[in-house]
């Protein structure tokens, strides 16, 4: 990628990640690890709290139904591609993983 370009990747990334962070801290889910990677934090308007809520909501029942299908001691693995700011490895930690391996690629 070239300089710009690789710019607008992470402006992207830290813009889904304030969105996430301003739903949280307005308690529409709880998510205590955006904070630690949040430069610059804003509040958004409810609008977008709640899209982002949706989206959240939905990929953590589909996590969740996974991880809890089939066998308890079958390894189960998840692959978050493009997830540099994303919190989602900390929280199935904090709930689901008994072993886990953060991989950075």
């Given at each position: ?5 690789d ?24 998510d205590p690890?955006t904070?630690?990677?949040i ?22 029942e ?44």
């Open positions: 990628l070239s300089c710009m370009e710019e607008a990747v992470r402006a992207t990334g830290e813009d889904a990640l304030s969105t996430k962070h301003s739903a949280a801290q307005k308690g529409y889910f709880h690890f904070g630690f990677f430069r610059r934090p804003s509040r958004k308007p409810p609008i977008i709290n709640r899209g982002t809520y949706a989206r959240a909501a939905a990929i953590e589909v996590l969740e139904a996974f991880l809890a299908a089939g066998d308890q001691a079958t390894r189960k693995q998840v692959i978050s591609l493009g997830a540099g700011l994303d919190t989602t490895f900390f929280r199935l930690k904090v709930c689901w993983i008994t072993q886990a391996t953060h991989h950075k690629g």
